[in-house]
């Protein structure tokens, strides 16, 4: 067994490497606000050919009868809690891994996060069909997970990105964590779609370089594959 330490700051970097741990380095992707009235106002940098894709993989979803429910820590009950579990551990299983995360700690997860941990459901014909769990702070979105007990064409980027924008839209003013590049001074516009376009379609956090990431055991195969030493990581999705 290992145990990970995610976003930690300089402070518990230096402890955690004069403890022994192993330092990791990798890249944070990160959507911010700046200052759009809704996302309608977003896509409006895009293209007029990647707001026309965008608009149609919306509304392919919407003709599908997919509704949405948004639920906390504070307000989801324990079978929703469990669709949630079990989506998510069906997305690890699908790529040959055992999920990390039991059904307990879930529970204990919602209920010592309350409104800071964050489920949105699709939904169709009063049953759910997906989830995305989030992690929020102050003025922060992180998306961590999603499942889907049935697949829907373009309902993944639906609830993890589109929805996740339009959330961050209403309630901070700056900053979030998804993907997209803002115009830039020297008006490239070229570069700017195709980092837009490369960026929603690779994760679910902000463009950045990420901090540092822990791991308390450096002797299993991935330890000895990074080797002690090297430069620092951190993994969001």
């Known amino acids: 067994s290992s145990a990970h330490a995610l976003f930690i700051d300089e402070a518990l970097r230096e402890a955690a490497a004069a403890a022994g741990w192993l330092l990791r380095r990798d890249c944070q992707f990160q959507w911010r ?8 106002d977003f896509l409006a940098g895009f293209s007029a050919e990647k707001r026309k894709k965008a608009r149609r993989e919306r509304r392919r979803v919407a003709e599908q009868g997919i509704g949405f429910a948004t639920f ?22 699908r790529h040959g891994h055992t ?74 003013h700056v900053g979030l964590a998804l993907v997209h590049r803002t115009q830039g001074e020297d008006g490239d516009r070229q570069y700017r779609e195709q980092q837009q376009e490369s960026a929603l ?34 993994i969001v999705l």
């Open 33 to 40: 606000n700046r200052g759009y009235r809704d996302f309608e």
């Open 72 to 93: 906390d820590g504070t307000t989801i009950d324990a079978a929703r809690l469990e669709h949630a579990w079990r989506f998510h551990a069906d997305t690890f299983a």
């Open 99 to 172: 999920p990390y995360l039991d059904r307990a700690c879930f529970r204990q997860l919602a209920a010592a996060l309350g409104a800071a941990m964050v489920f949105k459901f699709a939904e169709c014909g009063g049953r759910a069909v997906g989830v995305a769990v989030f992690f929020r702070s102050a003025d922060t979105l992180y998306g961590r997970y999603w499942g889907e007990g049935v697949h829907v064409p373009f309902l993944h980027f639906e609830v993890c990105f589109y929805h996740a924008i339009e959330r961050c839209i209403a309630l901070f």
């Open 201 to 234: 379609r690779k994760a679910m956090l902000p463009c950045q370089r990420a901090k540092d990431t822990t791991s308390a055991d450096p002797k299993s195969p991935q330890a000895q594959n990074c080797g002690v030493g090297r430069s620092p990581a951190k």
